[in-house]
């Protein structure tokens, strides 16, 4: 019997519990048939919706288990391709409610906005089609620090300069360029080529 997508795209899953492995591919499987429909109506019901509930707030499940056999399936489908194109970008996830905050959330701008960051690294076909993702970052950002809105402009570059770029935002950029470097190694017949720069 061949394998579904969802069974292929999560091979390698492992969440530490063979009953979170298949809830996994069922909450992935109702998902993808139903892709525009909110997560409740693609679920299917409200027992499916508690067990994809519980399934999220499980110790076992983090977002680096979830996306590690999609980077997995899409180093497998970089493999045959003699050129990869890759391009990463920084998306906002907004989370801002106007009653109750989500857990976790930080501030997005200088508004009332809130919500997350979601840094991806993605692979291409020479034709534009997509292969997968490589490489994820998520991260919140910390409360303003209210001494520093007091700061003067130069004040605050200085501090700003003194900052090591392991501690700033903008690594991520770097670490995009260092997991292409390892999917480059990982896939030696492929040409993997990113901003016009062959790695």
């Known amino acids: ?20 492995n298949e809830r996994f591919e069922q909450i992935l499987e109702s998902l993808s048939l ?7 109506a693609a679920l299917g019901g409200r027992a499916e919706l508690e067990a994809a509930y519980r399934f999220c707030d499980n110790d076992k499940v983090t977002p680096e288990k979830i ?15 003699k050129v990869v194109l ?31 960051f979601l840094h991806l690294n993605e692979a291409f076909t020479e034709d534009g089609t997509p292969l997968g993702a490589i490489d994820a970052k998520i991260w919140t950002r910390e409360e303003p620090d209210r001494a520093q809105a007091k700061l003067s402009k130069g004040e ?30 990982a896939c030696p017949d492929t040409l993997c080529v990113r901003g016009g720069v062959v790695i």
């Open 1 to 20: 019997m061949s394998q579904t997508w969802c069974q292929e795209e999560l091979e390698t899953a492992d969440l530490g519990d063979q009953r979170l």
């Open 156 to 185: 605050k570059e200085k501090k700003r300069r003194s900052i090591p770029i392991e501690a700033k935002e903008s690594i991520r950029w770097i670490e995009g360029i260092r997991a292409v470097q390892r999917l480059a190694i």
């Open 86 to 116: 890759w391009a990463q970008d920084t998306s906002e996830l907004d989370f801002s409610r106007p009653q109750q905050q989500v857990v976790g959330a930080g501030p997005l701008d200088g508004g009332s906005r809130r919500g997350a």
């Open 34 to 40: 139903r892709p525009t429909a909110s997560i409740p």
């Open 67 to 81: 996306l590690k056999p999609h980077f997995h399936t899409t180093t497998k489908r970089c493999r045959p391709q």
